[in-house]
């Protein structure tokens, strides 16, 4: 997958980069983004350079993927106006419909505990307004197959997460690493605060987002 990147989020990610490898190192189960290459090309002389990164795409999958999220963990303004066909869909939705990240108790505790360790990562080092990809395949099998699948007599090769009856594929990944808490960020919180409970809103301080980030998947994930 390729992203544009500004100047100053490729000049972030050189600054991270030793810390995220050495991490990625340790952590391999680890749900933070996959950081494959940085570029920057310039088409002609004298025009202004493209910056870019190469990075895994956490929705690389044949599956079809008839649910997907960008969860922040946060309440205002995460709602999908239109909601129809293939758009991403938010905290609110999530929290209003039935789906659940369901993958059973021991699963769940490993899963929340990475991404915990993902979320301390970024907090420690004063980043905000990451994302948890989410995407969820429901196959429609015929009963006697997911009968079989439930009872581990039938699987199949795949990169995703399988829901703990053998059925639902999820596929996740902590996305938009890059955005350090400023002071202009700072301001940005402060203003919110005087029209939004300030847990609501996206843009709040390292420690309490990753808190609420954790509180949040552990509200979704069963």
């Known amino acids: 997958m390729v992203k544009t990147q500004t100047e100053a989020e490729c000049a972030e990610l050189r600054r991270l980069l030793p810390s995220y490898a050495d991490y990625m190192h340790r952590h391999p189960q680890s749900w933070l983004v996959r950081f494959y290459g940085m570029y920057c090309v310039r088409c002609q002389p004298g025009t202004r350079p493209v910056y870019f990164v190469v990075m895994n795409n956490v929705f690389d999958t044949r599956q079809q993927l008839s649910e997907r999220y960008d969860l922040k963990g946060s309440t205002v303004g995460r709602l999908t106006a239109d909601a129809r066909g293939s758009a991403i869909l938010k905290d609110l939705d999530l929290l209003r419909s039935t789906s659940r990240v369901r993958v059973g108790a021991s699963r769940r505790h490993s899963l929340l505990e990475q991404l915990r360790q993902d979320a301390l990562f970024l907090s420690e080092r004063s980043y905000i307004d990451y994302s948890l990809l ?56 402060c203003l919110k605060a005087l029209r939004y409970p300030v847990w609501g809103v996206s843009c709040i301080w390292p420690s309490a987002y990753c808190r609420r980030f954790c509180e949040f998947a552990g509200q979704v994930v069963e």
């Open 134 to 189: 989410l995407g969820i395949h429901r196959p429609r099998l015929p009963m006697i197959a997911r009968l079989a699948r439930a009872l581990g007599l039938r699987r199949r090769r795949t990169d995703g997460v399988l829901g703990r009856r053998g059925r639902d594929l999820y596929y996740m990944g902590v996305i938009d690493i890059l955005q350090k808490y400023t002071p202009r960020k700072f301001a940005e919180t």
